[in-house]
């Protein structure tokens, strides 16, 4: 079955950087947008970015809150992808989850469009 696994969630003070990674397994990797989502206590479940990939072109799309401090990434030889977050502020703080669902290009930000899940790692940005 598709599984999914994040790695790297962890306390750090803001204005720092936090890489998490999305260990993926039991489909084709390549076939699939990868979603980050993040929830903070109390609150809906938030697109923070997204990634596609179609023949030899990647497709990227970021929230605007995160847009120019995040950095999505895929490495599909090793079927992983990446949430680079720098210069962290305290609202940053959430779970974060990876997602992944089947499309030559989907860059939705919407949760509800994506079917396979990980269990989520804590970020917490300190002030």
């Known amino acids: 079955e598709v599984q999914l696994v994040e790695y790297g969630g962890g306390l750090v003070q803001a204005g720092g950087s936090l890489r998490l990674s999305c260990a993926a397994s039991?489909?084709?990797?390549?076939?699939?947008?990868i979603g980050w989502f993040r929830q903070a206590p109390g609150k809906e479940r938030e697109g923070v970015s997204c990634?596609?990939?179609?023949?030899?072109?990647?497709?990227?799309a970021y929230a605007d809150s995160v847009k120019g401090r995040f950095t999505i990434s895929r490495d599909n030889a090793k079927n992983t992808a990446y949430l680079e977050m720098n210069s962290l502020k305290p609202e940053d703080t959430a779970v974060y989850y990876c997602?992944?669902?089947?499309?030559?290009?989907?860059?939705?930000?919407?949760?509800?469009?994506?079917?396979?899940w990980g269990q989520g790692t804590q970020v917490t940005v300190s002030s």
């Open positions: 997602a992944a669902e089947s499309g030559a290009i989907l860059l939705s930000l919407n949760p509800g469009e994506f079917r396979s």
């Open positions: 039991g489909f084709t990797f390549d076939d699939y947008a």
């Open positions: 990634i596609a990939s179609s023949d030899d072109s990647t497709y990227y």
